[in-house]
């Protein structure tokens, strides 16, 4: 509320007062605390009979903490079939009172029941399927919150834009899921995806281009710096290593050398090299095997970046 102003929900006759009667300052403050209308001047209590606060009495300092305690029901939510707003017509022919319906009414509630059952029936079948198998895979993939609710949202573009006839629903929700993690910066690979949605890559890999070209999506490169903390984890490289590797990368991008390159491969080979110089020595199986690709592959960036950088 603006200091200044003084709204017409408070008692009558103080929404008429702009200015201090003793004063004339127009510095008028609203004190909700304690019911009064101060003046910030010379302090007269114009009134004491003011409109009390009506927010909560409890506090918080976060999004999550509002969420909990807010008395409103739950915040929408895209991975609910309903966004949490959904409406149901109850089986039992009675009113709120308990009595029983008139055959009459129970015969109209009957017809308007079964009119709804059908309205929704074909999209929540498919929503209820995709959304429980949108959990599962995220969870494990380990994707946050954000990414699932963002790629509930483009799965459900896709449903409205009847995108997903003649199509997987398993494969439409993994390549979602593929996109917005993409997008987020925390990367999967096809690989991955494939293997935790039980999916052949390739079926990924299409419904992907057909979600980025009927909903005109552009999504950049994967940037291969993005997947080298990831890596080194699973590897149980140092944080040294991963600075190393990361200067390496871009080392290598100055120089144009990851231009139609693997990124997961250019991140497994300039950790590589970087474990070596800093005495934390991988086998190159072990390092291929994490990152999911050969060891002829992880040979040859390895000697093309050892070779370019003069390493």
Known sequence: MNINEIYLDQPEGLSTIQTCPECSGSHIISDYAC???VCATCGLVISDNYVLDDQPEWRAFSK???????????????????YGLGTTIDKRNQDGYGNLLSPRRAHRINRLRWLHDRNHRSVTRNLSKALAE???LASQLGLPMSVRSEAAIIYR????????RGRSIDGMVAASLYLVSRSHGLPRTLREIAAASRLDKKEIARCYRVICNELNLKLPPTDATSMVPRLANDLGLSTAVQRRAIQILKDAERLKLCIGKNPMSLAAA?????AIEFGERRTQQEVA??????????R?????IKRELNL
């Not at 095997?289 to 592959?297: H, I, L």
Request: glycine fraction near 4%; avoid cysteine; proline fraction near 4%.
């Open 35 to 37: 019911g009064t209308l």
């Open 134 to 136: 949108l959990k599962r």
């Open 64 to 82: 999550e903490e509002r969420n909990k305690k807010s008395r409103i029901g739950d915040p929408l939510s895209p991975l609910k079939i309903d």
């Open 270 to 274: 300039t950790l590589y090299i970087a």
């Open 289 to 298: 095997e994490t990152a999911q690709t050969t060891e002829v592959t992880l």
């Open 300 to 304: 040859n960036r390895y000697k093309e």
């Open 157 to 164: 573009k896709a449903l409205r834009k009847r995108l997903i």
